[in-house]
């Protein structure tokens, strides 16, 4: 097996011989230690966001991302904008502070960037309104709503000391160990049952808080989850996430599941059997070059089947894009 870590790609921009993010790149069996040993970037302490007319904004910012569908949710008191009861931070752990788990360390300073879900160029405020689109399944905030400004506010606090156009460590996924077989749905359902269900539901429909306003632990698939055009509908995208996060306690540098266990029940949480929401009019990845590897409509750059591309194996893909000159996405 072969460790990949994956950097931000912005492939097609280089086409166009505009200045992009660095590409992925290959790593050596002995990086895994790196993300267990090495301690990551650190988010500030609230205590220090200032109290003026700025500081009133990231914390109110902060507020929004901990308790969004209170404010924009489906009975939201700032208006109805998400199509469920999901809140930004039960995907972006803590408030979007905690290392490896979708966290907004770096995202201040990396945008405008390249996006290929939609294929443009977009703002941070773009990307903000993506999240409100696909996983809460709802419509965009607009542009000169108070909530969207003091969401990025929060977020530019958040990177304060990250400078413009880098990355730091743990602002991506945890790096993963492929598999030389395909992702298990099967060994994915007895993982899930195990070890994420108590949670998450036997159906994958989640825990409501006791107020029912938003989601103590949120649904996984059914039609109040995440849409297909979402990231953590990539078996990759999500079993790095899973491995540095779940089940309810681990921590990046304790996993508690193996890169096979993460893989496989990721494979099982967004098998296609399982339900999910879908809206019309949005498209999602239509340049096929800057298209992820693990993502599961064609058309593909390679002729490996949707099958392979959503359950792997996916050390073959890999390679067959080093050979062809292709951006490798994850």
């Not at 993982?191 to 108590?198: D, H, L, N, Q, T």
């Not at 989601?215 to 849409?227: F, N, S, T, V």
């Amino acid at each position: 097996m072969k460790l990949i870590k994956l950097y931000c790609s912005c492939v097609y921009v280089l086409l166009l011989s505009i200045t992009a993010c660095k590409p992925s790149i290959n790593k050596p069996l002995a990086a895994i230690a790196d993300t267990t040993t090495v301690a990551p970037w650190q988010a500030p302490d609230t205590n220090t966001i200032p109290n003026d007319a700025y500081g009133t904004q990231v914390k109110h910012g902060r507020d929004l991302i901990l308790n969004t569908a209170y404010y924009i949710g489906p009975e939201g008191t700032k208006g109805n904008y998400l199509g469920n009861k999901m809140n930004c931070t039960n995907c972006h752990l803590k408030a979007g502070t905690q290392p490896y788990g979708l966290n907004y360390f770096s995202s201040h300073a990396r945008y405008p960037q390249y996006r290929g879900r939609e294929d443009k160029i977009l703002t941070l405020a773009d990307r903000v309104n993506n999240c409100i689109e696909r996983p809460h399944n709802g419509k965009a905030l607009p542009l000169n709503s108070n909530e969207l400004l003091a969401m990025i506010c929060y977020i530019k606090w958040l990177g304060q000391n990250v400078p413009t156009n880098t990355r730091v460590l743990g602002d991506d996924g945890i790096d993963i160990a492929f598999i030389d077989r395909p992702a298990s749905v099967e060994n994915g359902a007895t993982i899930y049952k195990k070890e994420c269900a108590s949670c998450h539901g036997i159906d994958g429909e989640g825990k409501m808080k006791f107020n029912n306003v938003s989601y103590e632990y949120p649904p996984l698939w059914g039609k109040y989850a995440y849409q297909p055009g979402s990231s953590m509908h990539r078996v990759l995208k999500a079993a790095r996430f899973i491995k540095a996060n779940m089940p309810y306690g681990t921590t990046w540098n304790k996993p508690k599941l193996s890169d096979e266990e993460a893989i496989d029940v990721a494979a099982f949480i967004n098998d296609n059997s399982h339900q999910r929401p879908i809206t019309k009019g949005l498209r999602n990845y239509p340049n096929s070059i800057t298209k992820p590897i693990d993502y599961d409509q064609a058309p593909y750059q390679d002729n490996f089947t949707a099958t392979q591309h959503k359950f792997g194996p996916f050390q073959p893909i890999i390679n067959y894009h080093k050979e062809h000159n292709l951006p490798i996405i994850f």
